[in-house]
């Protein structure tokens, strides 16, 4: 059977691949097919040789061998959020796991078992209907192949990342075979290697076992607006107040500095804003809010002075929230968009590299593109976000299963890591693609006084040495390089900044 510009079903067909007979039920679609699926960034125009949509773990195994039988490697997708577009390479076989939308969830147990293709929305949709939630990611439209890299939200502080929370994955591996990882069995090591490595190549993960934690039916959740000129003060503010609280304010807080540009910013300056969270009652939510808000206004003493920050209300039962109206106020907006992402874990937010990075940015921005006179088409929407995320609480403890190794491969914790900063830029047209390169360059040349380590659910391309980048330590990714000749020794499982097999 040939696929030639064509639909290649494989309906109920039985096909022998590798000497096995398998009763395939999925079609291999090619990217002529008016229904090939559209990346959403079209600035990387990676082509796979076609894509199949499986509905179950053995469609899976299928797809695999189906790929091998004609000499082809895979690429897999959850979510299409790839910072990188690593999850559809050029020529490969294409697993799109968007169809696996299945979520049990066990009360008593405070489990949820949820397969990959479900969305970070339509999980919290499940549990917060039940007052049950976890610490999934905060963009509403992410897969659940976030949780390989990490993934943190709101409740991160108090209960981890999302990859210290999973029970046992279910994984098909490089010769079809279909198993299930958890610390206490055999496969106790791949469990290890999945839960933190960002999907290192190992296997195809078809779900998760995840805890889930009782949720109360609202929290504090206020925002603190401020003039981006005093980005530098904000910032230290922010991080002080983070580093003086107890260790149980740490844990039940989530805060974060959100900044943007569009075409609509009132002279072209971009917004700046604080978010604040609180896991817990809502009457200690308003009574840490405050204590960060009084650094930003103006002390009894000193009233003919300019505050430095705003709020809109401090009214508790008008700020009161469910999760679900926090998580699902985000939007996310998945048309096809021109766009580059990066990002490093911070060394220390107080220092002034930071806030001058980011105001290098935009200044950049506006001049050398808004402004230019070398815009060959002008843009219609033009976004530049940039964002710096609290990683502090249990996200930040030394996560040590035994005396000699952690109990995940996650090792982004301590000092260095209580914060993440990422950049979106994203536009229309292709043909000013080479001012927005010129903003990438510059976003290059300046990440390295920002950190030096990425965050794997940020992966960056350009990145040289992205082994200790991600992975932190050479001996973290020594024993990641031997998990991953174990169970994929021949490297089928592979991308840009998959896990190399050990050297022989």
Known sequence: MKLNNILLFLSFVLITINQISIT?????????????????????????????????????????????SINRGVSIRSGGHSATQFSMLNKTVNIDLSSLKGIEIDVEAQTV???????????????????????????????????????????????????????EFTVVLEDGSIVKANPKNKYSDLYWALAGSGGGGFGVVVDYKIKVYPIPQYFYKNTIRFDIVNLDKALALLDSYVRSATEQTRENIYVNMYSQLTLKSANMTPSASITFFYNGPLEEG???????????????????CTPLGRVTTMDIQTLKKTFWEVISSMSYDNNPLR??????????????????????????????????????????????????????????????????????????RGDEAMWSYTIVAQYNN?????????????????????????????????????????????SN?????????KYDPNNYFNYPQSIELPKK
């Open 477 to 485: 990714y020594k024993k990641l390089q031997e998990i991953k000749g």
């Open 113 to 167: 078992v949820v397969q990959a293709g479900v969305q970070v929305i339509e999980l919290y949709n499940a549990t917060t209907k039940l007052l049950l939630a976890t610490t999934a990611g905060s963009c509403p439209t992410v897969g659940m192949g976030v949780v390989l890299g990490g993934g943190s939200n709101y409740f991160g502080g108090k209960y981890g990342y999302m990859a210290d929370n999973i029970l």
């Open 286 to 304: 308003d009574f840490e809010f405050r204590k960060l808000l009084a650094d930003f206004l103006c002390p009894p003493s000193n009233p003919t």
């Open 339 to 412: 766009q580059f992402t990066k990002g490093r874990f911070v060394k220390k937010l107080s220092k002034n590299d930071v806030p001058n990075a980011i105001n290098d940015f935009y200044k950049y921005a506006v001049t050398n593109i808004i402004n230019s006179t070398s815009l060959i088409k002008p843009e219609t929407l033009l976004n530049i976000n940039q964002a710096i995320f609290y990683h502090g609480g249990k996200q930040n403890q030394d996560r040590t299963g035994s005396i000699d190794s952690p109990f995940n491969s996650f090792l982004h």
């Open 430 to 474: 292709t043909e000013n693609d080479p001012l927005f390169s010129g903003l990438r360059k510059l976003v290059n040349s300046k990440l390295s006084s920002i950190g030096d380590k990425l965050n794997n659910n940020y992966p960056d391309d350009e990145f040289e040495d992205w082994q200790t980048g991600l992975y932190v330590t050479k």
């Open 24 to 68: 395939q039920a999925v079609q291999c679609v090619d990217y002529n097919n008016p229904n090939y699926y559209r990346f959403i960034n079209p600035l990387m125009n990676n082509r796979a040789y076609c894509y199949i949509k499986p509905t179950n773990a053995s469609e899976i195994s299928d797809a695999i061998l189906y790929a091998q």
